[in-house]
Every structure is written in C-alpha cells, then in structure tokens.
C-alpha cells in the first residue's frame, strides 16, 4: 500500500461546478499537507498548502485536512475550464529532514464549457 | 529567475542505448530531486541531493539508473543501458530550506524530460 492514496479519476465537470478532489493516507506523522496543479506537458506547482488539521481558503479553492480520518480534500467552486489540469496531493513529515515529500498519484480534472 | 531548467525536453532511442537527462536548479536552492512519471505509478521520486550530497537513492529503480550532482548548479540523471519500461516523463526539482514556506519546502519543478526508448 502506498503512503498517498489518491483516485486518478479522471474527472470531468461542466464550467461552474463544484468539484471535490480528496486523498487518504497512512502515516499518521504527515503534518504538512499541499496541493499542486499540473497543467498538460508541463511540470507540477505549489496551488494550496496547510499545516495539520483545518480549513484554508484562497479565492475559488478550498482546502481541508481531517487528521483523524487521515483525509484531505481540495475543494474548486465555480469551476473554469483554465482548472483543467492533474491535481496532485502531497505531505511531509514535521520531523524529516526537509526536502522529502509524498505524492498522490494525481487527479486529472476537466471541465467543460 | 529562469526557473529549473532541463534538458532535453524530449529524447527517442533505441534499447540498450545509454540516455543522459540534465538539470540545473533555481541558483540558492540547496535540495535537488529527481522524480519520473508516467500513467501508471504516478510520481515517483528517484532520488534527492542535499548540499550535492545524495540523501535518499532508494527509489532509483535499479543499478542502470545513477545520478550526479558535482555541484550546486548542475546535476544529471542516467539510464545505461535503457529498456523500453523506462519510457517516462522525468521532473527535477529544486527547493530551499529555509524559504518563506520553510516547513513546506515548495518544490519548483522543471518542465521535464519526456524520454521513449524503442
């Protein structure tokens, strides 16, 4: 079993849907949960970050971390066909050694005008 | 800044031949990793440098895949002989420890090297 589970979907959703984009993971030592957008043929980039449990807001994006269930989500109201990507998410330790980091397999997304 | 840089953005070769990716991360990161993806396993990490120094080399697949990182501007990734199941898009990525996301370690991804081996 991997350490980041995560449906690689894929996803497709009319323009201005909500869209809901979830993992689940194992190790219960993942403090730091992030996600990153990968549009086609190029490489992924930081969208949202949280540390530990909670809700982060940020414009259309939404992102909640649910320790005890070891689940967290991304959530994109009022979806545009520019969120068309891959949704990868991705976690680290609070004690590693920086650097290291765990990634979903990713998520690909389209929405459709 | 011009971001990672890598290259070549695209290589076709034949089994068996050696394959030689580069990369030169954001000047001032100190942490340099090597992923590969594909549709299948999603992103994988090959292999992480720290200060040039490889820390974790437990996910190069197998002995035909090495790396280097000789210094804080350059590293490379290689295949010899390379085998048709390494045909993937391969990421590097840079970050810095001590940035204004210092707990994140936001990694800055290169655009990637999309490698077919016939």
């Known amino acids: 079993q991997k350490e980041v589970e995560q449906d690689p979907g894929p996803l497709s959703v009319p323009e201005g849907a909500i869209v809901s984009l979830n993992c689940t993971y194992s190790?219960?030592?993942?403090?730091?949960f992030m996600w990153y957008r990968q549009y086609s043929r190029k490489g992924p980039e930081l969208l949202m970050y949280?540390?530990?449990?909670g809700n982060k807001e940020d414009g259309r994006f939404t992102a909640q971390v649910d320790k005890s269930s070891k689940y967290i989500s991304l959530f994109i109201r009022d979806s545009q066909p520019s969120d068309s990507a891959t949704y990868l998410c991705?976690?680290?330790?609070?004690?590693?050694?920086?650097?290291?980091?765990?990634f979903g397999r990713g998520t690909q997304l389209t929405v459709w005008p | 800044d011009a971001g990672v840089i890598q290259s070549p953005r695209h290589e076709v070769t034949e089994m068996g031949q050696e394959v030689t990716l580069r990369c030169k991360p954001i000047?001032?990161?100190?942490?340099l990793f090597w992923y590969r993806q594909t549709m299948m396993r999603g992103l994988e990490l090959l292999i992480y440098?720290?200060?040039?120094?490889?820390?974790?080399d437990s996910g190069m697949p197998e002995d035909r895949f090495s790396a280097k990182m000789p210094n804080a501007s350059f590293s490379t990734l290689k295949i010899q002989p390379s085998e048709p199941r390494d045909s993937a898009v391969y990421f590097c990525?840079?970050?810095?420890?001590?940035?204004?996301?210092?707990?994140?370690?936001?990694?800055?991804f290169g655009p990637g090297t999309r490698l077919t081996v016939l």
């Open positions: 990525a840079s970050s810095f420890a001590t940035s204004g996301r210092a707990s994140y370690n936001e990694q800055f």
């Open positions: 190790n219960s030592a993942f403090q730091y």
């Open positions: 949280t540390y530990s449990s």
């Open positions: 991705a976690m680290k330790n609070r004690g590693s050694t920086l650097g290291r980091l765990y």
């Open positions: 000047s001032g990161h100190d942490y």
């Open positions: 440098f720290n200060n040039n120094v490889p820390i974790d």
